[in-house]
C-alpha cells in the first residue's frame, strides 16, 4: 500500500525566508509525486509534480520540489516566502501504471504554512 | 472550460435523510473520483471511476454509493445520512494514460449532518 508522511503539522517562516514543507512517501516501484495548494474555502490547485528526470521540479508560483530517492523524500521548497503564500499544503503519490486501481493519488494529512509579516 | 463542478456548496441533513452531490467536468476526462476532508485526516478516496459504466471503491467507500452514465457526470449519493459523513467533499477529474496527469479538482462541497 501505498502512503504519505507530512511530518509538521504547522509550518511559520516569515516573509522574504526561504521555506521548506516536508514530505516523504512509500509505494512500490518509482513513484509519481504531487503538491497541491489549498487556500481557504477553496478546492485544491496543482502546483507541482514529478514523474521522471531531473531531481529538482519547478512548479508554479515558484515553488520547486527536490526529489531524493534514497530518502523517499519530496519536500517543498521555495527560495522567498511571500504572505500570500499561507495556505494548506498537501503531497500526494501515485503508484506506476498497473490497472485501472493505480490512478489512485493517496495525500498527506497537510501542512498549514503561515508566513508571518 | 468551467472545469470541475459540484453543486451544491452547502448542505444540512438530518440523520437517515438521503441526498446526491453533483459533480461534472467539462474537459473530457475519463477518470473521475470522490474524496473527503476531514481535518487532520488529508485528502481519503471514496469512490473512482475510470470511464462511464466502470466504477471502483476508493479506502473510505460505506455508505456512499455513485454511478457513472456519462464522461461529463459522477454523482456521489448518501444513502441513509450520519453525523460521521459530516465533511467536505471534493470531487476531481483527470485524463487517463500511462503517465500520471494532474487532477483537477471541484470547489468542494461541505456537508453537515445533524
Known amino acids: 500500500a501505498q502512503s504519505v508522511a507530512q511530518p509538521e503539522d504547522q509550518v511559520n517562516v516569515a516573509e522574504g525566508n526561504p521555506l521548506t514543507v516536508k514530505c516523504t512517501y512509500s509505494?512500490?516501484?518509482?513513484?509519481?509525486l504531487f503538491w497541491y495548494v489549498q487556500y481557504p474555502n477553496r478546492g485544491l490547485q496543482f502546483l507541482l509534480k514529478?514523474?521522471?528526470?531531473?531531481?529538482l521540479v519547478k512548479g508554479s508560483y515558484g515553488f520547486e520540489a527536490e526529489f531524493n530517492k534514497s530518502q523517499t523524500s519530496f519536500h517543498l521548497k521555495k527560495p522567498s516566502a511571500l504572505v500570500s503564500d499561507s495556505a494548506l499544503y498537501f503531497c500526494?503519490?501515485?503508484?506506476?501504471?498497473?490497472?485501472?486501481?493505480?490512478?489512485?493519488?493517496?495525500f498527506g494529512k497537510g501542512t498549514k504554512l503561515s508566513v508571518i509579516p | 472550460n468551467a472545469g470541475v463542478t459540484q453543486t451544491p456548496k452547502f448542505q444540512v441533513l438530518k440523520t437517515g435523510q438521503s441526498m446526491t452531490l453533483q459533480c461534472a467536468q467539462d474537459?473530457?476526462?475519463?477518470?473521475m473520483s470522490w474524496y473527503r476532508q476531514d481535518p487532520g485526516m488529508g485528502l481519503r478516496l471514496i469512490h473512482y471511476?475510470?470511464?462511464?459504466?466502470?466504477?471502483d471503491q476508493g479506502e473510505v467507500p460505506n455508505g456512499y454509493n455513485v454511478s457513472r452514465s456519462t464522461t461529463e457526470d459522477f454523482p456521489l449519493r448518501l444513502l441513509s445520512a450520519a453525523p460521521s459523513q459530516t465533511s467536505v467533499y471534493f470531487c476531481?477529474?483527470?485524463?487517463?494514460?500511462?503517465?500520471?496527469?494532474?487532477?483537477?479538482f471541484g470547489p468542494g462541497t461541505r456537508l453537515t449532518v445533524l
Open positions: 474537459m473530457n476526462h475519463e477518470y
Open positions: 509505494v512500490s516501484g518509482n513513484p509519481y
Open positions: 471511476s475510470v470511464g462511464a459504466g466502470i466504477t
Open positions: 476531481a477529474s483527470s485524463p487517463p494514460g500511462l503517465v500520471a496527469d494532474t487532477q483537477y
Open positions: 514529478y514523474i521522471t528526470g531531473d531531481n
Open positions: 500526494a503519490v501515485r503508484a506506476p501504471y498497473s490497472g485501472a486501481g493505480s490512478y489512485q493519488l493517496t
